[in-house]
């Protein structure tokens, strides 16, 4: 058994019986009264956000869990199909993992897959995915104001937001946290 200063942003632990992935971590002292950490936790199981006061050396029940750099193989209804690089085991996760950055996610893709034993418990997404853009709108002639922007899908059908200088075949490197493009990737 650990306890709460072992705990950092990241860590994942059993709560409740639940698995929980914090999100906030911060020591507080107030006053003259005991110090204690402040959580904020997402369930892994429910989506849903915690918030809970843990006192100074309580102990807590840190998971055991191993990640791995799997490849995305191909759509399976609700789920995905992965593969492990290093022994070709193929494993179905769950889409909504993935939350809004399924939207950038196409095959042959690494995605980070985190497991307690067998169980996938956590996916995410490379932080930054280069994606061609498939449709452009046209740019409107005399629309050149600072910051114009129109929209534009990129290869996995998602729809972002780009300059008007951008065409269909460009290139685009893309923020999968915030969906939105980061710069042009030069071919070659």
């Known amino acids: ?50 918030e809970y006061r843990f006192r100074s050396g309580e102990s807590v029940d840190i998971a055991r869990v191993e990640h791995k750099m799997m490849e995305y193989l191909y759509d399976a209804g609700d789920e995905l199909c992965v593969m492990d690089k290093e022994t070709f085991e193929q494993v179905n996760i769950a889409k909504d993992m993935l939350g809004n950055q399924l939207k950038f996610v196409k095959e042959g893709m690494d995605i980070k897959v985190s497991f307690e034993g067998d169980l996938p418990i956590l996916a995410e997404t490379p932080t930054f995915v280069n994606l061609a853009i498939t449709y452009a709108e046209p740019a409107v002639k005399g629309n050149t104001s600072n910051g114009a922007l129109k929209k534009c899908n990129v290869e996995t059908g998602a729809e972002i937001m780009v300059p008007l200088f951008y065409n269909e075949g460009d290139i685009l490197r893309i ?9 042009r990737v030069t071919k070659g």
Do not use: W
Request: hydrophobic share 30%.
């Open 175 to 183: 923020d999968t946290r915030t969906g939105d493009y980061v710069e």
């Open 1 to 50: 058994m650990a306890d709460t200063g072992d705990i950092n942003v990241g860590t994942i632990i059993r709560f409740n019986n639940e698995l929980c992935l914090i999100t906030e971590y911060q020591h507080r002292t107030p006053g003259n009264l005991r110090a204690f950490y402040q959580a904020k936790m997402k369930n892994l199981k429910s989506n849903k956000s915690v």
